[in-house]
């Protein structure tokens, strides 16, 4: 069976959408191949990068993404991880399922923690909060093909 393909969106594509296509593709890479895009990208947030190299996944070499870099991708599902980007996105022609999933946004919290440790507090919950939705794939989805 051939894997669905997600999009996962974000404003930056530079921490929760990173996320989100890294659990993707470890957890559930069998059945899903996961992308990632941000209608306003930016570079990669190194604490993003910092916490999940605390749980063994490298996106140290990733680059954020505009949406506009999958012209000819037809994905199944698009799946919107902020209010912005669920505001912003773009129609997806076809069939592609689109879900909205808000997280918090681990850059905005951290901005007025006192120390890198409670900064990282935030990022490492986003984390996993994102990955028990991923692991819930593909029930969460609901309208599987």
């Given at each position: 069976?051939?894997?669905?393909?997600?999009?996962?969106?974000?404003t930056g594509n530079s921490c929760r959408s990173q996320m989100a296509e890294?659990?993707?593709?470890?957890?559930?890479?069998?059945?899903?191949?996961?992308?990632?895009?941000?209608?306003?990208?930016?570079?990669?947030?190194?604490?993003?990068?910092?916490?999940?190299?605390?749980?063994?996944?490298?996106?140290?070499?990733?680059?954020?993404?505009?949406?506009?870099?999958?012209?000819?991708?037809?994905?199944?599902?698009?799946?919107?991880?902020?209010?912005?980007?669920?505001?912003?996105c773009p129609f997806f022609p076809g069939n592609t399922i689109r879900i909205?999933?808000?997280?918090?946004?681990?850059?905005?919290?951290?901005?007025?923690?006192?120390?890198?440790?409670?900064?990282?507090?935030?990022?490492?919950?986003?984390?996993?909060?994102?990955?028990?939705?991923?692991?819930?794939?593909?029930?969460?989805?609901?309208?599987?093909?």
């Open positions: 069976m051939t894997p669905l393909k997600i999009l996962f969106l974000c890294a659990w993707t593709n470890r957890l559930k890479g069998d059945s899903f191949q996961a992308f990632s895009a941000g209608v306003a990208p930016k570079q990669v947030d190194t604490r993003a990068v910092k916490a999940m190299a605390e749980v063994d996944i490298d996106i140290s070499g990733n680059s954020s993404k505009d949406i506009d870099a999958f012209p000819e991708m037809a994905f199944d599902y698009v799946i919107t991880l902020c209010d912005h980007a669920n505001e912003s909205h999933k808000g997280f918090d946004d681990p850059p905005k919290l951290a901005e007025d923690t006192a120390s890198e440790d409670d900064a990282m507090t935030h990022y490492r919950r986003v984390r996993d909060e994102i990955r028990k939705y991923v692991e819930g794939f593909p029930e969460v989805l609901g309208n599987i093909r």
